[in-house]
């Protein structure tokens, strides 16, 4: 709800940079630079953390950087793993997105493609709410397919041998919804499944996405002529997901980062990416503007 996720962050801000001051033992006085996320996001939320950075720049003189809220999530496996990746594919899945993009460096990034419709974080979610699985749906799935067959039914795979760099994960999941609920029907509450049939269900569904996410991908690295692969995002966690793109990697013989489990989410690497904003001297004017969708370039 972007008015309730609003009012938290205006709740939040002050307390949460006097504890990450204190904890970090320093003062507003010694820091070299502001940063903040200025994109993508809801709107309400982005504008909170940008005006609370300018007024922090007018009140002590420092400059502003502006952070790409995803470039943190690939800088995620240059920080973990102390190696340069760049140039390579980047691969974001979240809550929010599934985006594919050239990594020229660190702060230079090309969208490549993304979903038409559902991120791939928000299909395991909501498949999830269909088998009566608890928010966040990823794990719980991930859980309930290791006792199932992943070969039990047969899901399409949308997009996936079509020529554009695009996900769409929506036909995929009224699939499942039609299998749960029966064709046509919409409501799958009223469905009583048993433990091995939800468990087929979660195993055949995440093979399906997972095998989306796998062949876009490299579809993108040969497009691109790239032999390295950065993984960031929560479906990033995924064990399926994981064995399946290392399998890949070994197969098309790319070199393979994913963001360890607990940089997968959303997480302080933000910071990072500031300091390569910082020595290559990008600052922003104070009139700079929150971009709530995605940036291309
Ligand atoms: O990056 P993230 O924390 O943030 C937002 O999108 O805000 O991603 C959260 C998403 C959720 O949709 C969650 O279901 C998914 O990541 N997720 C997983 C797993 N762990 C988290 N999806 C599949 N398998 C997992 N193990
Ligand atoms: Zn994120």
Do not use: W
Request: neutral net charge; charged residues 20%.
């Amino acid at each position: 709800v972007p008015e309730i996720a609003s009012r938290a962050h205006l709740e939040r801000i002050l307390p949460v940079l006097a504890e990450t001051l204190e904890r970090a033992a320093t003062t507003l006085s010694e820091l070299d630079a502001i940063a903040v996320v200025n994109t993508p996001g809801l709107a309400g939320s982005l504008l909170i953390g940008l005006s609370a950075a300018k007024a922090l720049c007018l009140t002590t003189g420092k400059p502003l950087i502006a952070i790409n809220h995803l470039q943190a999530h690939i800088f995620a496996c240059r920080v973990a793993f102390q190696e340069n990746p760049f140039p390579c594919i980047g691969l974001i899945v979240s809550g929010g997105h599934s985006n594919l993009y050239r990594c020229n460096g660190p702060i230079d990034f090309t969208l490549l493609g993304t979903t038409i419709d559902d991120a791939a974080g928000e299909a395991f979610d909501k498949v999830a709410a269909m088998l009566g699985l608890p928010y966040p749906g990823g794990p719980n799935i991930q859980k309930r397919a290791e006792q199932g067959n992943p070969k039990a039914i047969h899901f399409p795979r949308p997009m996936l041998h079509e020529e554009a760099l695009q996900f769409s994960f929506s036909g995929l999941k009224t699939a499942v919804r039609y299998r749960i609920a029966g064709t046509g029907k919409t409501d799958c509450s009223s469905v009583k499944l048993s433990d091995q049939e939800k468990a087929d269900i979660a195993a055949s569904f995440q093979e399906a996405l997972v095998d989306c996410l796998v062949g876009k991908t490299v579809q993108a690295i040969k497009q691109e002529k790239m032999t390295t692969l950065c993984i960031g995002g929560g479906v990033a966690a995924n064990k399926r997901f994981r064995e399946k793109m290392e399998a890949a990697s070994q197969k098309e013989k790319f070199r393979l980062f994913v963001a360890p489990l607990t940089l997968c989410t959303d997480n302080a690497v933000m910071g990072a990416v500031a300091i390569e904003r910082f020595q290559a001297g990008l600052f922003e004017p104070l009139d700079l503007d929150i971009v709530s969708g995605l940036v291309r370039n």
